[in-house]
């Protein structure tokens, strides 16, 4: 095996060894070769991990509860949950294809959308607290998720209610096509969204269609 250095600038910026090594890695045969599977080690790090980025993003939505004058926070929210995001993809390039690590990572996906456009709500408190209490129970499904991390049985159906699932896809529908669903890192070129259909698509993934 070649050798890989760490790239410190990696958004999850872990800290155990093993995931570090993880996260430097670059073709999906270096990371098979690395290990064949995920271990009890790696997902007991990455929920670790996890929590910590869970109880930041649960702080922010609860300073922004009620007070939309907090509204550029959830983009510190949206940061937040991208990382959980990149940790789990690059877990689930090592899962087999059921495993919940890919749901975890779609999930999160969703999350950080949602929690990048609602950081440009301009002159609707009414909607602001409607995607905050919105993203609150969504970050208690996430917890949850995260917290099973090593389930067989989980199922997602039961963690998704009905009237959940309306109020995200009617939320979503709420936000204009040019409305960012992540950073805006460049000015003047186009933004990184996302459309209604792309959430749709990966609520199927999820197995919610």
């Known amino acids: 095996m070649g050798t890989y250095s760490v790239d410190i600038d990696h958004p999850c910026k872990v800290q155990n060894k093993k995931l570090r090594t993880l996260f ?7 990371y098979h070769f690395f290990m064949s599977n995920l271990d009890k080690e790696i997902l007991e790090e990455f929920q670790n991990e996890s929590k910590t980025l869970m109880e930041k993003m649960v702080q922010i939505l609860e300073g922004c509860e009620g007070d939309a004058s907090q509204v550029k926070s959830l983009e510190e929210y949206g940061q937040t949950v991208d ?11 090592l899962a087999e294809p059921e ?7 779609d999930y999160s996906a969703i999350c950080k959308a949602v929690g990048y456009k609602s ?13 905050v209490a919105l993203l609150l129970d969504g970050t208690e499904v996430l917890q949850t998720m995260i917290d099973n991390v090593s389930s067989e049985t989980l199922q997602m159906k039961e963690l998704f209610t009905k009237t959940f699932l309306e109020r995200l896809r009617w939320v979503s529908s709420v936000f204009s096509s040019d409305i960012r669903a992540s950073v805006d ?25």
């Open 24 to 30: 430097a890695l670059k073709t999906k045969s270096d």
């Open 83 to 93: 990382r959980i995001m990149g940790a789990a993809k690059s877990l689930a390039l």
């Open 99 to 105: 495993h919940i690590i890919h749901k975890i990572a």
């Open 119 to 131: 950081s440009q709500i301009e002159g609707n408190d009414q909607f602001y607290d409607i995607c």
């Open 185 to 209: 890192v460049t000015k003047g070129t186009k933004k990184n969204q996302m459309s209604q259909n792309e959430i749709d698509d990966l609520l199927k993934k999820l197995g919610l269609d």
